[in-house]
């Protein structure tokens, strides 16, 4: 009766739902919040060990409406510090230090 996809196969047809999130933060006056983040911190923070793993279209909507402010920014403050890191370790090979 219901139809089951992963969750990459669902995201045009929930694309809708992050878009009402990312209105909502924008509203709590995240006025940076993005779809395109919003959609990268449900993969890496929500469905990271079930993003293979079939659910049903109102699984995943729920899931994207249920995100926190405090998710996103956790998501968005690692985020940060993971591309410093790359960062530092690019400056380091630069100059020729292990």
Same mark, same amino acid.
């Given at each position: ?15 809708? =739902?992050? *878009? ?8 709590? +006056? %995240?006025?940076?919040? &993005?779809?395109?983040?919003i ?21 995943v909507? =729920?899931? *994207? ?8 920014? +956790? %998501?968005?403050?690692? &985020? ?19």
């Amino acid at each position: 009766m219901f139809e089951s996809k992963t969750v990459n196969e669902w995201k045009s047809e929930v694309m809708p =739902a992050v *878009i009402s999130k990312k209105e909502e933060f924008h509203l709590l +006056g %995240y006025d940076k919040a &993005s779809a395109a983040d919003i959609w990268s911190c449900m993969e890496k923070k929500v469905w990271k060990k079930e993003a293979d793993k079939p659910k049903r279209i109102y699984e995943v909507v =729920a899931d *994207i409406m249920q995100l926190s402010v405090s998710v996103y920014m +956790g %998501y968005l403050t690692m &985020s940060v510090y993971e591309e410093d890191e790359d960062l530092m370790a690019s400056i380091a090979a630069i100059n020729g230090q292990s």
